[in-house]
């Protein structure tokens, strides 16, 4: 059974940076695509970003392109995100996920972390 757990959120001020980290256990790890989705109080769960199985390929939202960037750890069964200049609409709570390769939706998830930003 795959476990995700995140850490790394906080409270930043606008402008700040922080990094999250999802630690993968249970399978291996390079087989699983993997993916960080957020969700804001009263709005639905969003997609922020996904990187492939061995890191050479990603995607965001364009709301986050050029400040955030996703990164994977394959030795360490961790991925990164690695979040820039914030803004308080980043505010939220982010979730790791994990999908496998041959699979066609997110499976696995973390337990979120909170991410605030403040003006």
């Known amino acids: 059974q795959v476990q995700l757990v995140e850490s790394g959120g906080g409270e930043v001020q606008a402008g700040d940076s922080l990094r999250l980290s999802c630690t993968f256990s249970?399978?291996?790890?390079?087989?699983?695509?993997m993916a960080w989705f957020r969700q804001a109080p009263g709005k639905e769960r969003e997609f922020v970003a996904a990187?492939?199985?061995?890191?050479?390929?990603?995607n965001y939202l364009d709301s986050v392109k050029g400040r955030f960037t996703l990164s994977r750890d394959n030795a360490k069964n961790t991925v990164y995100l690695q979040m820039n200049s914030l803004k308080p609409e980043d505010t939220a709570v982010y979730y790791c996920a994990a999908q496998a390769r041959y699979g066609d939706s997110y499976d696995y998830w973390g337990q979120g972390t909170q991410v605030t930003v403040s003006s």
């Open positions: 990187i492939w199985w061995k890191g050479g390929t990603t």
């Open positions: 249970g399978r291996t790890f390079i087989a699983y695509k």
